[in-house]
């Protein structure tokens, strides 16, 4: 199905695949730990541990590109009735000369490919992480090692307020990622984009961090956003793939691409791998996401909020509400707080809070540290589940 041409400075998904998800698949006996999320190839790491990228002579993308494209694999999605919603380069060359998009045949018998995208592959045990909007509404998954090797997947879990999903195939001699930090990423630091862009397996293409906590302002409840933008390019196909740094490490997930058209117009935005790790653990152990808030409603700070409310600052987030019976109203923060730092860690925007909330479950403690009309002010606020307040989100 050709994708809906959108408005100037809209916000388009960009795996080939944008259904309804029926069910969670609940989580396996398989116990996993959170050293395991980590849990790199001794393969790789042997095989790769004399070579670093070289500084002072221009940027050397081929060693981030060997350690990382046998770690990223190739998703196709079946499910019955449907319109297949791949993109291939064929209908890419349709569009520049005119052609007509293909409309394939409703087949109710077995389920027909609908869609396709990449996954990243986080351990040997199979557990491989992806967007949740590549497997929603699939009936069947199949994903392709980077050595060619078929495996029909499993879905473990998927989580639409992040647009996380993770999957579990049964297959021998892996290639985990190694997992990074995009805490530590730059505005200006090269990354790299590997995935499947238009069925073209195995692509890497190169971008800069162009900006952090970005967030979209997309629609849907419980939306957790704190982006990292970065301008390599990507393409239908690339959703779920790997956002690596120089070393090939994975700082972030393919998710996202400002566009007027559905294909890359300069744009990306990938999943800080600081949000990807919670909500993995999450999916393992329960098959859903331990959603820890603090039972507030929150806004950015203009320039304009600022003056109507007599606030003294453009940096923090303002707390419009504080409710009734959560977490903040127990330890005394008031509406017209103004957070600037959760756990000592400075926040500038809603998008900031939420990437350091995600990281924590129910019954947390954390430090919520704000300025009261000019005075700080500390707080330790115990983190509450979703279902526990009369406000269901922190928005």
Known sequence: MKKSVLTACSIAIFSSLLLSCK?????????????????????????????????????????????SLNSVVHIITYSQGRRSNVVTLEDLFGQFFGSQPRRQQ?????????????????????YIVTNNHVVD?????????????????????????????????????????????????????????????????????????S??????????????????????????????????????????????????????????????VSIMKKIVTDLKYYGAVQRALLGIVITDISDELAKTNNINRLDGVL?????????????????????????????KSVAEIQDRLTRFSPNDEVKVTVDRQGEIMNFNVKLRGAKEYDIKEDE
């Open 23 to 67: 069910e969670q698949t609940k989580l396996s006996s398989d116990n996993i730990t959170n050293a395991q999320i980590n849990e790199n190839s001794s393969v790789n790491q042997s095989n790769n541990s004399v070579r670093t990228a070289p500084t002072g002579v221009g940027v050397d993308f081929t060693v981030a590109a060997e350690r």
């Open 211 to 272: 900006a952090k906590g970005r967030n979209l302002n997309m629609s849907g409840s419980m939306k957790i956003e704190s982006f990292i933008q970065t301008d390599a390019a990507v393409n239908p196909g690339n959703s779920g793939g790997a956002l690596v740094n120089l070393n090939g490490e994975l700082v972030g997930i393919n998710s996202a691409i400002a566009s007027q058209t559905g294909s890359f117009a300069g744009y990306a935005f990938a999943i800080p």
């Open 137 to 209: 509404g699939a009936e069947k998954v199949k994903v392709t090692l980077n050595d060619k090797r078929v495996y029909a997947a499993r879905i473990v879990g998927t989580d639409p307020s992040t647009d996380l999903a993770l999957l579990k195939i049964e297959a021998d001699n892996l290639s985990p990622i190694e997992i990074g930090n995009s805490d530590d990423l730059r505005v200006g630091e090269w990354v790299l984009a590997v995935g499947n862009p238009f069925n073209l397996t195995s692509t890497v293409t190169a971008g800069i961090v």
């Open 106 to 126: 409703r087949n109710y018998g077995e389920p027909q490919p609908t869609g396709s995208g990449s996954g990243v592959i986080l351990d040997s045990l199979g």
């Open 319 to 347: 707390v419009v509400e504080v409710g009734e019976t959560g977490g903040a109203k127990d330890a005394g923060m008031q509406n017209g707080d103004v957070i600037i730092a959760v756990d000592d860690v400075k926040v």
